[in-house]
């Protein structure tokens, strides 16, 4: 497994399996089958309702603690000081884990919902890193946040976030977004990487997928891992779950990637961080 190096210099795998939907006994599978298999980044969150299943299954594999990469993320009902940090105490207990690797803001307080949004990220923000601090946990970070959300909370903050995850796949890769954070040193990683299922039908994915003699997922992983951004796929069957692990032994040529790059928009989620709860195209 190949890894990214943070802005706070700790390793990332660039490649993990993504939990939302794997739920009680059969997530705790996956969780457990993936570890075994290689994973080494397993990544979930307070709304997935699955921590408890994903910390059973990290148990059930037998991989040292140390060797495996956990992520979760605090959601926009817990913003704020006292909320994330009791957020993030209830998140460990439910992995039944010491620390976390990675702690996310899930997504940003914005003007529809907080006046006052640019204060919530940065005292939530501030609790954070108080809880980095203190050893609870390694890398913090956020998800979903643009560049107007980054900038506010770069006035008042004293760590420059390690992670920004974000929706990232062919069809929809937020160049701007993903442009601002590369300046700012913080690292990507691609949730709904497969675009939730959107892409196996493009045909310049299947041409580029029979010239390298790999499957369309495996072309979509490669295309994101290339750009040193971390992927998230969701897998429940060990097959699959194999095969989205092969996309380190071959290589996308430039032409290739810039083919990816100019597709047309599919397979987008409608998830704004200006517009929850709403989506853009429901």
């Not at 037998?62 to 990469?69: A, L, Q, S, T």
Request: with cysteine; glycine share 8%.
């Amino acid at each position: 497994m190949q890894t990214l190096l943070l802005n706070d210099h700790h390793s990332i795998p660039l490649l993990g399996l993504g939990t939302y939907k794997s739920n009680g006994a059969d997530g705790q599978r996956v969780v457990a089958e993936a570890l075994q298999m290689g994973y080494r980044l397993m990544d979930t969150a307070a709304r997935y309702g699955n921590e408890a299943d994903v910390g059973r299954g990290i148990r059930d594999s037998d991989i040292p603690r140390g060797e495996i990469f956990v992520v979760s993320k605090l959601w926009r009902e817990s913003l704020g000081y006292r909320q994330a940090k009791a957020a993030f105490h209830a998140s460990l207990q439910q992995l039944g884990l010491d620390y976390l690797d990675l702690y996310l803001i899930h997504w940003p307080a914005n003007a529809r919902n907080y006046p006052d949004w640019q204060q919530v990220n940065a005292d939530t923000w501030r609790a954070m890193e108080e809880l980095q601090a203190e050893g609870k946990v390694r890398s913090i970070g956020v998800s979903n946040f643009w560049p107007d959300h980054l900038e506010a909370l770069l006035q008042t903050a004293s760590v420059v976030p390690a992670v920004n995850q974000i929706e990232f796949h062919p069809g929809y890769h937020q160049p701007d977004v993903a442009r601002y954070c590369r300046e700012k040193g913080i690292a990507l990683q691609a949730w709904s990487p497969l675009a939730r299922g959107k892409i196996f039908g493009n045909e310049v994915l299947q041409r580029i997928a029979a010239a390298q003699g790999k499957s369309v997922s495996q072309v979509s992983l490669r295309w994101i891992v290339q750009q040193q951004v971390v992927a998230l796929p969701k897998a429940s069957s060990p097959e699959k779950m194999q095969e989205n692990l092969q996309v380190f032994d071959f290589e996308l040529t430039e032409a290739e990637m810039q083919l990816i790059a100019e597709l047309p928009e599919t397979g987008f989620s409608g998830e704004l961080p200006d517009r929850w709860p709403e989506r853009v195209n429901s």
